[in-house]
Structures are given as structure tokens and as C-alpha cells.
């Protein structure tokens, strides 16, 4: 097991597109994680999932964002519309439970042109 | 709410000197805390945590952070820089009955030759 990863680890589109980046946690962690980096910040929740159950959403989502994790395994995030504010680096991470170490991905890179 | 303050965003130093990257956070409840390193274009690598007990918690790569209670605070040292712990370091903090992750928004650590 190498990991959490991320696919793609950058994505340039231009305004107004969708995209859809995908993470695969390491195996067997039920808990499931995003975050957004933008330049000179530290990361920001987004939302978080319990296997299959979406279990929390910050105001940060908005309803151009949308999260899944179908199967309780890999999850995808997507962005309907890109805006130029959402360029940033979309973070994943994954943990076994409550309380317990998160293990973040490398992230994906977005840039809306 | 919580929040974390990292109060120097970039901070020089010479190889082999000593090292403090200052964190303070505010909380009206229990939290746990964190410092995460990034290497350039990888993801978030956990350094170090404190949960309870001693207040002096030692890290990976030689590091260690104090956990002060009546300062807020949750500095970050080492005796001695090598050029490869240029990074960015992050702050963070976690209700210990929450799950979301709050980061400061990071501490740019250059290695002077």
C-alpha cells in the first residue's frame, strides 16, 4: 500500500467547464477527507465522508461542488462551472476513525483559465 | 470556534542553527494539535501531535513542539537546520470530538547556506 492518491495531480480548464478529480484512500480507512489549499493559505476543510455517508459539508462547498464516495472506497469530487477562484490545490485525505492521523495525498492542482 | 495564528509567514536561517516557527491558537474547548510539513509539490506529512499528557512532544526529523496551555501556544523547534527541512510547516488543531482539521496558514522555512 503506497498511500492515498489523486488523479489527476493537475488540471488546467477554462471557465465555466467541469471537472472531476478522483481519490483512492489507503485501503481498509473508512473515513475520507477533502480540502482546498489556495496560494499562501493552509488548507480548508470541505467536507468529509464515513464510508459511504457524507457526514459533514463546510459553507465552503458551494452547490457548483459536489462529493461522492459510492462505494465507500475511492471518492470524486467535482466542480460544475468553474470559476477562477476555485483555482487551487484539492487535497485528500484518509484515517481508520475518529481522533485518529489523517494521511493526505500529493492533491490535485486546479487552474481555471 | 477554533482558530490558528502562525505568526511568521517566512522565516531565514542558517544551516545547522536553531529553529522556532511560533503557533498560537484559541479555543473555548479540549483540542488536539498538530504541525504538518509540505515539500514542494507533495502533499501534507504529519510531524508531530500532541493529544494529552507531557507537554513536550517530540516529532519526526528531529523536531519537537511545547504545548503551553496558559499561552495558547504550540511552538515548533529544532536545535539544528539541515537545508533539506526547507518546506512549509502548518499549524493546526482538532476538537478532540471532532473530526475536521483547522490550519494556520503556514510558515515558509528557507535554509541559508
Known amino acids: 500500500d503506497t498511500g492515498v492518491s489523486q488523479d489527476p495531480r493537475h488540471k488546467i480548464t477554462k471557465r465555466g467547464q467541469n471537472v472531476t478529480f478522483r481519490c483512492d484512500p489507503i485501503?481498509?480507512?473508512?473515513?475520507l477527507y477533502w480540502y482546498r489549499q489556495t496560494l499562501g493559505q493552509g488548507p480548508e476543510f470541505l467536507t468529509y465522508?464515513?464510508?459511504?455517508?457524507?457526514?459533514?459539508k463546510s459553507r465552503l462547498l458551494s452547490d457548483r461542488f459536489s462529493a461522492e464516495r459510492p462505494k465507500g472506497s475511492f471518492s470524486t469530487l467535482e466542480i460544475q462551472r468553474t470559476e477562477q477562484g476555485d483555482s487551487a490545490m484539492y487535497l485528500c485525505?484518509?484515517?481508520?476513525?475518529?481522533?485518529?492521523?489523517?494521511?493526505f495525498g500529493p492533491g490535485t492542482r486546479l487552474t481555471v483559465t | 470556534a477554533q482558530s490558528v495564528t502562525q505568526l511568521d509567514s517566512q522565516v531565514p536561517v542558517f544551516e545547522e542553527a536553531p529553529v522556532e516557527l511560533r503557533c498560537n491558537y484559541s479555543?473555548?474547548?479540549?483540542?488536539?494539535l498538530f504541525w504538518y510539513v509540505q515539500y514542494p509539490n507533495q502533499g501534507l506529512q504529519l510531524l508531530l501531535k500532541?493529544?494529552?499528557?507531557?507537554?513536550l512532544v517530540k516529532g519526526i526529523n528531529g523536531f519537537e513542539a511545547e504545548f503551553n496551555k496558559s499561552q495558547t501556544s504550540f511552538h515548533l523547534r529544532k536545535p539544528s537546520v539541515h537545508i533539506s527541512d526547507t518546506a512549509e510547516y502548518f499549524c493546526?488543531?482538532?476538537?478532540?470530538?471532532?473530526?475536521?482539521?483547522?490550519f494556520g496558514k503556514g510558515t515558509r522555512l528557507h535554509i541559508l547556506p
Open positions: 485525505a484518509s484515517s481508520t476513525g475518529l481522533a485518529s492521523e489523517q494521511y
Open positions: 485501503s481498509e480507512h473508512n473515513r
Open positions: 465522508f464515513q464510508n459511504e455517508a457524507q457526514l459533514e
Open positions: 479555543s473555548s474547548v479540549s483540542v488536539y
Open positions: 500532541y493529544l494529552s499528557g507531557s507537554t
Open positions: 493546526a488543531v482538532r476538537r478532540n470530538r471532532d473530526d475536521k482539521i483547522i
